[in-house]
């Protein structure tokens, strides 16, 4: 439970919030300049300040209004120079390089992992998810028991190829030739972009024809040949998803949210988000993408977002409400599926993608990351894996994400904040202790060199020390 404090400062941020229909409630890639934020920016715009600090930095306005009132409350001071290296936190949208060469580890807390383009873009969750898959099987092939405890890839990620791999590409079209066109609907996405750009669907030979054609003509380029980057190529097809649960005839999906509170050592946890609707019925044979995605970029394209935008986002509680009326009964589900079925899988699968590039990631103490994780759930209740994102969105637009998004980022500081200090404590502790006898391992609280011990719960999973602040949306991730 929260305290009446919290609460009313949960109340006054997500109030900020309500300008932000003026702001895109989708993953941000660039930043942008509101009213919200130029009215934030002017009344801030000052000298270098003369004060003690601590200091804060936000870049771009994904969130901007929430976090400043989140730092303001602590008494840190607000500062507009992105070359200024004294700052406590840092918290951007686009990731820059200098920020990680002046970074101080251990002195400051800087948002986003340098590489968690690993699990957010197409291409690099793909490639994680193969390798591991590799590795599994290969130390485990002679053990079917520990084979049948690990998640296989095909059993939660749609299939999908590369089309910037030649043995990938072919694989792929030799694939959709080999299967009758009425059986198969894919879709073809940019690995890094968002917002739905630059993706189309494919249905028809002619269209596979097409795309084939435009991969061969692009990799016959000689100054393509040249390109240490291919961009032009960097795309994925998947197998969409046809039979996808609907919610009164509606396509949706689920964003949840994978925390990384800290990187050395690792700290992961799941968060609950929201479900994201169309506006329109679903239709597997229309041509409007705006029925196939859901994210609210697309939704805004249509007349009728204004006056029915509220129907576009559900929380967790009327999601699983619907579920418990219209298929507990019909489909055999336990109650509170939602709640209990459904949260125990994402996080199996979170907690097995983050396993697939745990040792990849460049991590620091101070490095932390909110990534937002994309599920669809079909109509025989299985639950696929759509995507990652890096920044994921923090816009409050409408009534649901003023209740969800001031708690998500304040729960993200805190524990980003906690666990920071606890570690630091603990290395110091662990320095002193160099001098002096070691303890006996079961007094240890937790060791800096791997994941943290934790002990199961019937709800969720606990370290028996961190963190000691009460968390209500977030919780451990467990291991697989």
Known sequence: MRSIQEEQLLHSLSQLGQDADLLDDTDVARPRTTLLERH???????????????????????????ISSYCKSKGWQRIQDSRREDYKLKWCEV?????????REGE????????????????????????????VNKIHKTSLCAQAKVLKMEEFFPETYRLDIRDDREAFF??????????????????????????????????????????????????YRKMPFRAPQARVVQRYIQNPLLLDG??????????????????VFFGHGYARLTLSLYDPHSSDLSGHLTNQFMQKKSPLYVLLKEDTVWSMDRLNRHINDKFRKTKGLPRDWVFTTFTKRM????????????????????????????????????????????????????????????????????????????????????????????????????????LPQWSRSPGHAELTEWPEASVTRFLFLLPP
């Open 347 to 450: 996080q199996q699968i979170m907690a097995h993608c983050f396993q697939a590039v745990k040792a990849k990631l460049h991590c620091k103490l101070g490095y932390f990351d909110l990534i937002g994780c994309d599920f669809l759930i079909d109509e025989n209740f299985k639950v696929w894996l759509l995507e990652m994102n890096s920044n994921p969105a923090l816009h409050t637009n409408c009534e649901v994400l003023k209740e969800v998004i001031p708690g998500v980022i304040v729960e993200t500081l805190d524990l980003a904040l906690e666990t920071f200090q606890k570690s630091l404590r603990n290395q110091r502790d662990a320095a002193s202790a160099l001098t002096a006898p070691l303890r006996a391992p079961a007094q240890r609280a937790f060791r800096l060199s791997s």
């Open 95 to 103: 990731k820059c390089r200098d920020n990680y060469y002046s970074f």
């Open 250 to 267: 509606k396509k949706f999906d689920v964003r949840s949210y994978l925390l990384i509170a800290c990187a050395m050592p690792y700290m």
């Open 108 to 135: 400051q807390l800087l948002y986003q992992i340098p590489n968690n383009k690993l699990l957010t873009t197409k291409i690099g969750l793909l490639s994680a998810l193969r390798e591991y898959s590799r590795v």
């Open 174 to 223: 030799t694939l959709f030739d080999a299967v009758p066109t009425e059986n198969q609907i894919w879709i073809c996405k940019p690995t890094a972009s968002n917002q739905g750009k630059g993706i189309f669907l494919l249905r028809n030979q002619e269209e596979v024809a097409a795309l084939q054609v435009k991969a061969q003509s692009i990799e016959d380029d000689p100054i």
């Open 40 to 66: 934030l920016l002017e009344g801030e715009k000052q000298p270098h300040s003369t004060g003690q600090g601590p200091y804060f930095y936000i870049g771009g306005t994904n969130g901007a209004s929430i």
